[in-house]
């Protein structure tokens, strides 16, 4: 299966978001993600079996036991990808809680041997997809306000041709 780990977004702070991708309709084209796929990602560990997944599920345990809470605080609107036809994610802070999470689970996936990408975490949340939008369009908008976050969990995603549909496999709370 394909999985990933990720924090989840509390409700709020997930209607704030939604808010906020709401008013990108009027200056950007493309494939606005829905409000229940939101995440920050952790660690994407692409096609992994039976055993990682329970590998994985040990590693999130452990690095969710460690951790400080967790911030989740808007920076700005970041583009990854092609210039025109990329990801428009809303990116956040770097916060010493939500870096120590991602850099704990790597490392206890690192020690379990289950395998990930290993590009540098770059916390962001991901708004549209195949985004279209000329250069200085983006409107000064308010961002959502900082808030803790409550929860990682393991996913499952399946990619369809309407877009991933992922399935949380399992959930692990985080100190608030
Ligand atoms: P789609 O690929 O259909 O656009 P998606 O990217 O949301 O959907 P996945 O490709 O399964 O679904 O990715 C799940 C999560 O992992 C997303 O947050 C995605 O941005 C992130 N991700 C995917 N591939 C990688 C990768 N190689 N390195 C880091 N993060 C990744
Ligand atoms: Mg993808």
């Known amino acids: 299966m394909r999985a990933f780990v990720a924090v989840d977004l509390p409700a709020e702070f997930e209607d704030e978001v939604a808010a906020l991708a709401r008013r990108l309709h009027a200056c950007v084209e493309g494939r606005f993600l829905k409000r ?3 995440h ?3 660690a994407f560990l692409g096609e992994i079996n039976e055993a990682d997944a329970r590998r994985a599920i040990d590693a999130l345990e ?3 036991a460690l951790s400080a809470p967790v ?3 808007p920076k700005g609107f970041e583009r990854f990808g092609h210039r025109r036809e990329g990801l428009l994610a ?3 802070e770097a916060d010493p809680g939500l870096v120590g999470l991602a850099e704990n689970l790597r490392s206890g996936l690192r020690a379990q041997g289950v395998a990930y990408d290993e590009k540098r975490f770059s916390p962001h949340i991901s708004l549209v997809r195949r ?3 000329e250069a200085p369009c983006l409107p000064d908008l ?3 306000h900082a808030c803790v976050a409550a929860s990682a969990t393991l996913y499952k995603s399946t990619l369809t041709p ?3 549909l992922y399935k949380p496999l399992y959930t692990v709370d985080l100190p608030v």
């Open 142 to 144: 308010p961002f959502p």
């Open 40 to 42: 920050v990602t952790l």
């Open 62 to 64: 452990r690095a969710c």
């Open 71 to 73: 911030l989740l605080e």
């Open 162 to 164: 309407e877009g991933a």
């Open 131 to 133: 985004a279209r939008l």
């Open 36 to 38: 229940q796929t939101y």
């Open 90 to 92: 809303l990116a956040l």
